[in-house]
């Protein structure tokens, strides 16, 4: 016992703590119960560590030993590429994908969130230190305060307006309100889109957000985490039961095609207006839209 025992405990604890306050299994169904947040866990204790001993080191001018931090930034970006791996090796195997771009979005959170627990822990070890215990613990309401804002992101429902429309066909077109989805030829499966199928159209609430809406990799996103809360009136080899977003290519508006096992259009509409704004679909960031996701 000396005098950087108790920072060091407390250090670690917070961010230990940190990392399971910012670890949720949610819609997404990711990281998967038990298995999958252990190895979350015990990465956020490895970051934890690394912050807090970094502050007695400099102290001891044992500076030598800091440069480790380094070698853990190079760890913390296999982690990265750890979850991108895990996450397109199950896509494969989803009847609707959550894409590339959604999947990108997750791993760039998982990497970031060890450099807040590493952050913090730093934070809480030098106020502990430098000042007393007290000022140490406001620092870690602080930090879990700012993490909270960085995981908060921002939603479909800041940049667009959703509005359920009625699904048509007009001939073999397929129809949400005006915006034009696919062709089906097939009697039985039109009357099968009747009877399962919704549209919502999503209307830029700017100009600039056009092209946000318009990316792919958002598009997939949306489809993605309405299907998987409510279901999918699909299976593999039905390529006519596929729910599809196009756009209206004169104003911007994307028509939103879903099949849900479950047809409850409040909920549906609720599903899209918190599916988050992906970073990598963001071309031209508005005031609402720069925060990150996760």
């Known amino acids: 016992m000396n005098e950087y025992t108790y920072p060091i405990i407390l250090g670690i604890l917070v961010g230990t703590a940190l990392r399971v306050f ?32 970094a502050i007695p080191s400099i102290m001891e001018k044992e500076f030598t030993a800091v440069t480790f931090l380094t070698l853990a ?3 913390f970006r296999e ?3 750890m979850e991108r791996n895990t996450l397109t090796e199950m896509d494969s195997y989803e009847l609707v994908p ?27 070890t030098l106020c502990y230190l430098a000042l007393n215990v007290w000022v140490a613990l406001g620092a ?9 804002v960085l995981m908060s992101g921002s939603k479909l429902s800041d940049i667009v307006t959703v509005e359920e429309k ?13 915006i034009y989805i696919m062709n089906i030829g097939l009697p ?7 009877k399962y199928g919704m549209g919502f159209v999503l209307t830029p609430k700017e100009f600039s957000v056009r092209s946000t809406i318009a990316n792919l990799g958002q598009r997939q996103a949306i489809l993605h985490d309405v299907s998987v809360t409510l279901g999918v009136f699909r299976d593999s080899g039905t390529p006519a039961l596929v729910p599809l977003i196009k756009r209206d290519l004169n104003d911007g508006r994307i028509g939103v095609f879903i099949l849900p096992q479950e047809k409850d259009s409040k909920r549906a509409k609720e599903i899209i207006e918190h599916v988050p704004v992906l970073e990598n679909a963001i071309q031209m960031p508005s005031r609402k839209g720069r925060r990150n996701h996760s």
């Open 98 to 124: 959550r894409g590339n771009t959604y999947i990108e979005g997750i791993a760039v959170a998982f990497e970031s969130r060890n450099y807040l627990v590493i952050f913090t822990s730093f934070v809480v």
């Open 73 to 75: 930034a190079s760890q």
């Open 166 to 178: 009625t699904i048509s066909f007009d001939g073999a077109g397929l129809y949400v309100d005006n």
């Open 188 to 194: 039985e499966r039109q009357e099968e889109i009747l």
């Open 22 to 53: 910012m670890l949720r299994t949610d819609y997404r169904q990711y990281p998967t119960y038990l298995h999958g947040k252990i190895i979350h866990l015990s990465l956020g204790f490895i970051a934890a560590a690394l912050g807090t001993i």
């Open 140 to 148: 870690a309401v602080v930090c879990f305060l700012l993490s909270r």
């Open 79 to 81: 982690v990265r590429n």
